[in-house]
């Protein structure tokens, strides 16, 4: 038989993505006096995802936010949005971007449709109709014409994205969306940000402490520590039959398992191999075909708590 290494699938471990990235950080660097806040990021934000932020605290997340919106000048490199530079071409990069830095900024003596028509007077592709459009879309028909001080925050969070996505940008920026909400607040805005993806094909660049709702809601993570880029995950690989899973066999006699696979190991009683989808049916025919009996099988998926803790050495997460 063949060894069990050779039925394993090597994936790529970012995942593949296709298009031209949304966003591109190209060596960018950022110095308070002498102090280095952000160092050499290069990093490509692919179309059409959710697209995750996560770091320590003063890892420098906010502060590249500030960059990617121009609240803050780089001291090196660049960030283009679709191709156009936030340093030298900053009015045509800044109209593919929409953004909450914070917290949603409103009238809140207006009501929410008197806020976004007001929005919409500063930009001449903004129609009555897209207002209407994003009301829908956003859940917002009931309370649109109340205003903004009678709203709970949920209503004025999804408020702001409908005012961020009204002239259609490539790229949404959200710097902790769900802080303050309540657990259905945070799920109605992490399914308003997915199907964004999906009917207009906004990316969404998104930083956030709540790594379970991160999981959830990205595609895609990036994640970094002391202002250096420490690694990108796809998030929804497990879904990939290339990729590779940590499972568990409860088996009988794991040491002749080890051996019928050639590979594999003993972990708490029980046989542990990484393989993916695909093997791990046949590694459970080749062990029922030679008499062992399998009592269960369990993929183990670590989760992004795990993996970012283990990246960071337990650092704890903004």
Request: aromatic share 4%; glycine share 10%; charged share 25%.
């Amino acid at each position: 038989m063949e060894p069990i290494s050779d039925k394993i699938a090597h994936a790529n471990d970012n995942g593949a993505t296709t298009g031209e990235p949304v966003v591109r950080f190209t060596n960018v660097v950022k110095k308070i006096g002498r102090k280095t806040i952000i160092e050499g990021l290069t990093l490509d934000v692919p179309p059409g995802q959710v697209f995750g932020f996560l770091g320590p605290n003063g890892s420098g997340k906010t502060t590249t936010i500030r960059m990617m919106t121009g609240l803050m000048k780089l001291t090196a490199g660049d960030i283009a949005v679709g191709g156009h530079s936030i340093a030298r071409n900053f009015e045509q990069a800044i109209t593919q971007v929409g953004a909450i830095v914070e917290n949603p900024e409103m009238y809140s003596y207006l009501s929410g449709y008197a806020n976004l028509r007001q929005y919409a007077r500063m930009r001449s592709d903004v129609s009555k109709e897209r207002i209407d459009e994003v009301v829908r879309f956003m859940g917002l028909q009931q309370r649109i014409h109340d205003k903004v001080s009678t709203y709970s925050l949920g209503m004025r969070q999804r408020l702001g994205v409908a005012q961020a996505i009204l002239h259609r940008p490539k790229l949404l920026i959200l710097d902790e969306p769900t802080n303050g909400l309540d657990p259905q607040g945070i799920r109605e805005l992490r399914d308003y940000l997915r199907e964004l993806t999906r009917r207009e094909g906004t990316t969404v660049f998104v930083s956030s402490h709540l790594l379970s709702e991160m999981e959830l809601m990205c595609d895609s993570v990036a994640i970094i520590q002391a202002g250096k880029l420490i690694d990108v995950r796809q998030l929804n690989a497990e879904s990939d039959a290339e990729t590779l899973l940590e499972t568990i066999f409860d088996v009988e006699q794991i040491e002749e398992a080890i051996a019928l696979l050639e590979g594999g190991e003993i972990r708490e009683g029980r046989l542990v191999v990484r393989t993916n989808r695909e093997g791990i049916a046949e590694i459970n025919a080749r062990l029922v075909q030679a008499g062992i009996a399998v009592y269960g099988i369990r993929p183990q998926k670590r989760s992004l708590e795990d993996q970012f803790l283990e990246m960071t050495g337990g650092g704890q997460i903004v």
